[in-house]
């Protein structure tokens, strides 16, 4: 056991998940190269709006692997840092667009 909050990948890891549902390993692979490949956007964009998203879900593996992919395809650290920007004022922005939930109670 480790006194990390999230136990490291390791290649271990990986081999048990595809032991246990190796279908829908595949197709999970599958999918996954299908959604990152060249299309309308380009992996680049997709990959800065992958780890926008990461920062959103607060997956601290996606944040990883989708920062390391997006500089592999040539994203600058200021282009990471803007897209981590862009997932904080999103996150921020639903807190702001619920508060008229609160509002709304308030006003029963």
Known sequence: MTDAMYPTTTAELAKRRKELAPNVHEAFQEFSRAVFADGALPELTKQ??????????QCPYCIKGHTRAAKRK????????????????????????HSAIALHELEK
């Open 48 to 57: 800065l709006i992958a780890v926008a998203v990461a920062h959103t879900t």
């Open 74 to 97: 040539g994203a600058t650290p200021e282009q990471i840092m803007e897209a981590v920007w862009v997932a904080a004022e999103m996150r921020a922005g639903g807190a702001y667009a």
